[in-house]
Structures are given as structure tokens and as C-alpha cells.
């Protein structure tokens, strides 16, 4: 994996907030795998020749909220090991406590952060 | 000579009866006035209880209702005389939420044994049950009846809050929602401008510089915005979470100075904390109480000029843990101070040195510290300075259950 570059699938309905992940990404020299819906990651997952390293998921997605999207990943790949990083508008306890006991491994709060932040979170996940 | 005495004596006594007369007839006349006056006074009363909105209960020491007005019969489902000699605890059921308050709970109970006023809000989430099942939200006021010093019995008024609820569950739903969807143009104007500032897409000219870095403030001003707004709602609408944890105040302090670093060098602020050596870890919800410090020290910071001096005290006193927050910046005027805890507060004299600010902070200030069990009072002068004064029980503050938590921080 070291000589390989990082790959992140980026799941998010918004196209432009997409559009400025991919660009972040690009800057960062990280493939960016992005994806409008719930279901067209699910379906570019099946197809993959390498998985991605980590998948940035919106929570709530114009096909599926993030509760279906993680069950459904968990159904088409049972041993995936691919951290999911949540970054979502709104963050009940409900939410964030569903999402992690599925798997994810943060809830970050989409205005709270900046993209380079994110995108440092999500590498420490990569890494360990 | 004795006639004429006798005819004197005579003439005394008649006039004498003639008095006792006229003050018996005046008496009777007064006595009748009063009756008349008492029974206008009566008739006023029972137009009053009999027309009035509110629902009306007098009970008696042994808390039977001995009186219920046409508004009660017609909230309760019943009739005066069905309703009257029942004992109220049994004859209507009361809930908090969906449990049912336990008799020694009531407002009527409390209120006989400790002779004070209970009034209960909409955030308090009481209901009635009547006895064909129907539940309604109520809100009241529980007063002793008094004679002569000692408690005879309890009045209570109460009415209907369906449609308030109603109305305040809309609000919070509207504020909610829209502030959740200003989140995501928030986003992309976030991000973008974080983009514009990359290197990688050419470089700007100083001016450029500045205008982006002035879009990247006001958006940062329109999310705490947003993060405000939403966060009053969650407190008014009593769905926010308090999870108590054992908690180091010296850490949570500190680690709040450190965020606010750059603004207290920006401004070359000298910053004094000090904090009790022995003090033991304290059960309160940290995020919570992160923000009441947040929030003071960053006001302290704004509203003082630069070169300002704001200390921060931590100390014990008895049962209590007591912070206070000292500036000399530019104080709040008198005539203002009963009002600083109102929503969308500003000091008529800082807003022309700083104009950001919402005037929600200390408005979710003060509505955290009470959900801590904690008070909060401050002393303030204007152009000398203010100090804000905050305690918080020893023994820590009591969970609740809800739906949300603050969302200052999510782990």
C-alpha cells in the first residue's frame, strides 16, 4: 500500500460541496472516487479492482441515509474493512450513536471543519 | 324639686332610648348594607370562577376537591357534582412526559405541606389524564389557602397547552430545519474559500488576500450563528442532553485558553488563572460547562481593549465550586443590567467597539448554568469592567435523558 496512492471514496449529494472535496483531494494528491449516491457507491464498490481506503459519507443522501448506506455495505461485503468517516449537517446523539455502533469511526460536523482537517482525519484512520 | 328631678331623669332616659334606637336602626341599616355588599361581592366572585378560561380547583386539607369551576368540569370531563368530595390525586392522574407523578410529587401535596407557590411551565411537560383516558399537556399555578397563617387548603389553576406545545414544537422544527439546511451553502462557501487561499490555483494580490480572508470570517460568524440558534432551540425545547461525567475544570480550562490563543495575542491580553489545588474531579457535563467557559472568557476577551487584563478565579466555598471570570474592558451600562440575560441582548456601549455578536451567548449562559443546578451573577461598571460569577454543586449536576447534546464538539 506504501507506494500506492491513497484512494477515497467520497459519498455526498451536494455536487458542489463534492466538486470542492474532489478538489482538495486532487491538491493532496489522493484519488478522489466520487459519488452522487448511495447506491452508485455501492455499485462502484462492487467494481473496484482495489477497495478504497476510507469512505467519506454524508449522512443524509437523496437515496438513503447513512443507517441503510452502512447496512447495505455491510451485506454486499461482510469482512470490509474500509473505515467510514461520517461528516454530516446535523448530528443527533441517536445519529452518531447508530452510525458508530455500524462501524463508522467519527461523526464530524460538515461546517465545523475545514476541508484540510478532514481530510488529515481521515489519513490518521488510513494509517493506523 | 323632686318632680323636676324625676321629670329630668325621665327626660334623660327617653332621649337616651331614643339614641339606642336610632344606632340600632343605623346598625341594622349598615348590617344590611353589608349583607348587600357581601353578596355583591359573592356574585362577583362566582362570575369570575364561573366564566373565567382557566380551570379552577380549591381542595381541601385532605385533598378533596371542595370546589371546581365550569372550565375544570369541561378540561376534566366531568361535573361539580361528581368532581366534588373526590380526592383530586385519584380522581385525575398527573404525568411528567409519560410517567406518572407519584402522590407524594404532586404540585397540590407539595404545595399543602410547604405553604409555597408551584408553577409549572410548557418546558416542564406536565399532563392530566381524566378519567375516560384523555391526556392532555397542562401548565398551572398551585397556591396555598391561607387563613390566619395556616395552610386550609390549595387553589389551583390550570389550563390546556395543547396548542402551545404545538406551535413550540413548530418552532423548533422550523429553526432546526432551517439552520440545518444553511449548514450545507455554509459548507461550500467554507470550503471554496479555503480553496481560493491554496497556493496551487495562483497566487492573490494582499487586497485579494484580505477580501477572501473577510468572506471566511462572516461565514465563520454565520455557522456560530447557526450554532447558536440551534442550540437555544435544543434548550428550549427541553430535548438537550446533561451527561454528567467526573470532570477536571483545570483541564477544561485550559484547554478552552488554548483555543482561544490567537484572539487573546491578537488583542495582547494577559490572562491570570488560578485554580484551587484540591479541587476534586467534579460530575458535569463537560460540554456543557465547556461552553459557559467558552463563552464568558471569549466575551471578557471582545469587550475588553487591547492590552486588557481578564482573570480567572476557580475556588471552592462550602458545597459549592465557584468561577469567576474578571475584565477591565468596557463594563455594561447600568441601566442594562437587568437585562443581560435577555435573548439577543448587546450593550448599547459595546457594539460600537465590536459588532459581532448575536447576544445569544449569555442567554445560553445562563439557561446551561441552571440545568446544572448552578447560579450565575455578575457586577459591572461601565468603562471599569465586569466580572461574572458562576457556581456549580460539588456533588455535580443530575442527568438527563433527551434527544440532543450541544454541538460544540462531537466524540
Not at chain 1, 461482510?78 to 461523526?107: R, T, W
Not at chain 2, 497556493?199 to 471566511?216: H, P
Not at chain 2, 487584563?309 to 466555598?317: A, Q, T
Amino acid at each position: 500500500m506504501k507506494n500506492e496512492i491513497l484512494k477515497i471514496m467520497v459519498v455526498e449529494d451536494e455536487l458542489l460541496l463534492l466538486r470542492a472535496i474532489g478538489k482538495k483531494l486532487e491538491l493532496e494528491n489522493i484519488e478522489g472516487i466520487l459519488c452522487q449516491s448511495g447506491e452508485q457507491a455501492l455499485n462502484q464498490l462492487k467494481n473496484l479492482d482495489r477497495p478504497p481506503d476510507a469512505i467519506w459519507l454524508d449522512y443524509y443522501l437523496k437515496d438513503m441515509d447513512g443507517i441503510t448506506f452502512m447496512m447495505k455495505l455491510q451485506s454486499q461485503n461482510k469482512k470490509h474493512d474500509i473505515p467510514v468517516i461520517v461528516i454530516s449537517n446535523s448530528a443527533s446523539q441517536e445519529k452518531i450513536k447508530g452510525m458508530i455502533a455500524l462501524g463508522a469511526k467519527k461523526y464530524l460536523l460538515k461546517a465545523e471543519h475545514r476541508l484540510d482537517e478532514i481530510v488529515k482525519i481521515i489519513k490518521e484512520f488510513i494509517m493506523n | 324639686m323632686v318632680n323636676i328631678y324625676i321629670a329630668l331623669i325621665s327626660l334623660v332616659l327617653i332621649l337616651s332610648l331614643l339614641l339606642v334606637l336610632i344606632r340600632v336602626k343605623e346598625i341594622l341599616k349598615q348590617s344590611k348594607r353589608l349583607d348587600e355588599k357581601l353578596k355583591e361581592e359573592r356574585d362577583r366572585a362566582n362570575a369570575i370562577v364561573s366564566s373565567m378560561g382557566e380551570g379552577l380547583l380549591v381542595l381541601d386539607t385532605n385533598y378533596k376537591i371542595v370546589l371546581i369551576n365550569p372550565a375544570a368540569e369541561k378540561l376534566l370531563e366531568t361535573t361539580a357534582n361528581e368532581a366534588v368530595r373526590q380526592k383530586w390525586a385519584e380522581f385525575v392522574q398527573a404525568y411528567i412526559g409519560k410517567k406518572q407523578i407519584l402522590f407524594e410529587k404532586r404540585s397540590s401535596v407539595k404545595v399543602l405541606k410547604s405553604g409555597k407557590v408551584i408553577i409549572t411551565t410548557v418546558i416542564d411537560d406536565h399532563y392530566y389524564k381524566t378519567r375516560s383516558g384523555r391526556k392532555f399537556p397542562v401548565v398551572s399555578i398551585t397556591a396555598p389557602l391561607l387563613r390566619n397563617g395556616a395552610v386550609t387548603g390549595v387553589v389551583k389553576l390550570f389550563h390546556d397547552v395543547t396548542r402551545e406545545k404545538e406551535i413550540d414544537r413548530m418552532k423548533t422544527e422550523f429553526i432546526s430545519l432551517a439552520s440545518h439546511q444553511l449548514r450545507t451553502p455554509l459548507s461550500a462557501l467554507k470550503w471554496f474559500t479555503e480553496l481560493l487561499m491554496e497556493k496551487n490555483y495562483g497566487s492573490l494580490t494582499d487586497e485579494q488576500k484580505e477580501f477572501v480572508k473577510n468572506i471566511a470570517d462572516s461565514t465563520e460568524r454565520m455557522i456560530s450563528l447557526v450554532n447558536s440558534l440551534l442550540n437555544i432551540s435544543r434548550i428550549e425545547s427541553g430535548r438537550i442532553i446533561i451527561d454528567p461525567k467526573p470532570t477536571d475544570l483545570n483541564e477544561l480550562v485550559n484547554k478552552v485558553l488554548k483555543e482561544l490563543e490567537e484572539k487573546i495575542k491578537n488583542k495582547k491580553i494577559n490572562i491570570i488563572f488560578s485554580i484551587h489545588q484540591q479541587l476534586p474531579l467534579i460530575n458535569t457535563d463537560p460540554k456543557l460547562i465547556r461552553h459557559v467557559y467558552m463563552n464568558l472568557i471569549d466575551n471578557a476577551i471582545k469587550y475588553s481593549p487591547t492590552g486588557g487584563e481578564i482573570s480567572i478565579i476557580v475556588s471552592k466555598k462550602d458545597d459549592q465550586i465557584i468561577s469567576q471570570i474578571s475584565d477591565n474592558g468596557y463594563g455594561i451600562p447600568k441601566n442594562q443590567h437587568y437585562k443581560i440575560f435577555q435573548k439577543f441582548f448587546r450593550g448599547v456601549n459595546v457594539i460600537k467597539h465590536e459588532t459581532e455578536g448575536s447576544g445569544l451567548g449569555l442567554y445560553l449562559v445562563k439557561a446551561i448554568i441552571d440545568s446544572s443546578e448552578g447560579k450565575i451573577w455578575f457586577k459591572s461598571e461601565e468603562k471599569k469592567g465586569t466580572t461574572f460569577w458562576f457556581s456549580l454543586p460539588i456533588v455535580g449536576s443530575k442527568p438527563k435523558a433527551g434527544e440532543v447534546s450541544l454541538d460544540a464538539e462531537i466524540k
